[in-house]
């Protein structure tokens, strides 16, 4: 295990260092018309103060399409209208009704959307778990984070985050022995976007070796 000093990125590797995958046939999805052969889906769910149109977003999307995954972009922004604490669990039963049909899927998010799909990997069986900014919970709903053991876990979080330090990151990745990757930037990680996007690409292709 390394890390990095503050201010330099560092790579701690999960428990997880070679992922297991299904060898069943591989999924037909329709999207917009077309239907296509996919690995599954990559479901992006963006954070508060954001929405499906986020760079990060856009940039995961991107990547997960190159590798033959069908991205979904849920917009979560008439429940953040609501508050924080209040949209959570709408956040969570949107999310759920996505991927209900027993598509295969990776769960991706920022902020408050690596919050829900981690506690959506509770009630389904996500093939991997890749998580931007991390909270540990949300002030004033009663259920902190969570995921489900054993799925193959990434979280991506920033040295100079102040909303979610990074200390909480490391008692996440220590819970539940998942890899961390630690950047130098803040919350929105708005600076390291090709890396994060470059780490999501090596994050697919070990699942789906």
Not at 169 to 189: I, K, N, P, S, V
Request: aromatic residues 6%.
């Amino acid at each position: 295990m390394r890390r990095g000093s503050a201010g330099a990125t560092a790579l701690i590797p999960s428990a997880h260092d070679f992922f297991s995958s299904s060898r069943g046939r591989t999924p037909t999805v329709r999207r917009r018309g077309v239907m296509s052969a996919a690995r599954g889906r990559v479901v992006l769910s963006h954070g508060m103060d954001s929405g499906p149109q986020a760079v990060k977003i856009g940039a995961l999307a991107d990547v997960a399409r190159q590798l033959g995954w069908n991205p979904l972009l849920p917009d979560y922004r008439d429940l953040d209208a609501q508050g924080l604490a209040a949209a959570a669990a709408p956040r969570l039963a949107r999310l759920l009704a996505l991927i209900a049909d027993g598509v295969p899927c990776v769960l991706a998010g920022s902020s408050f959307g690596a919050f829900v799909s981690g506690l959506a990997s509770l009630q389904s069986a996500p093939r991997g778990l890749f998580l931007l900014a991390t909270p540990p919970l949300i002030p004033g709903f009663a259920q902190p984070f969570a995921l489900r053991e054993g799925v193959p876990a990434c979280l991506v979080h920033g040295w100079r985050d102040t909303l979610c330090p990074v200390e909480a990151a490391f008692d996440l990745a220590r819970r539940y022995r998942a890899e961390l990757l630690l950047l130098d930037d803040d919350h929105r990680l708005s600076s390291q976007v090709q890396p994060i996007a470059d780490h999501f690409r090596h994050f697919l292709a070990r699942i789906a070796a």
